[in-house]
């Protein structure tokens, strides 16, 4: 059975930092995963993913430059380093396996998702 399990998130001032963690099982190591969010009243929307097999990442457009994912991580769990937080960032982060040819950011090419976990910015 495929289990994704996200934890780090919380509760932090503008400018702090979160390291959010997926952790897989059940599924084929190496695994494409892709973080995305959802604000209150928003839609969901991609914020990053890892393609390990390929050595590639893609960030947002609103992440770039504040959000990395570590491509030296071997284990079954993968990492989204958030830094420079702004208040707009807070919502609910969610980690998913990449499962159809289809772009990164599209929510369709996932198949297995996490709960999710809490981020606020607030001051």
């Known amino acids: 059975q495929v289990q994704l399990v996200e934890s780090g998130g919380g509760s932090v001032q503008p400018g702090g930092s979160l390291r959010l963690s997926c952790e897989v099982s059940g599924y084929m190591y190496r695994s494409s995963i892709g973080w995305f969010r959802q604000g209150p009243g928003k839609e969901r929307e991609a914020v990053a993913a890892?393609?390990?097999?390929?050595?590639?990442?893609f960030y947002a457009d609103s992440v770039k430059g504040r959000f990395t994912i570590p491509q030296d991580n071997a284990g079954n769990t993968q990492y989204l380093q958030m830094s420079s937080l702004r208040p707009e960032d807070t919502a609910m982060y969610y980690c998913?396996?990449?499962?159809?040819?289809?772009?990164?950011?599209?929510?369709?090419?996932?198949?297995?998702w996490g709960q999710g976990t809490q981020v606020t910015v607030s001051s």
């Open positions: 890892i393609y390990p097999a390929a050595g590639a990442t």
């Open positions: 998913a396996i990449k499962r159809y040819d289809r772009n990164w950011s599209d929510p369709k090419s996932y198949r297995y």
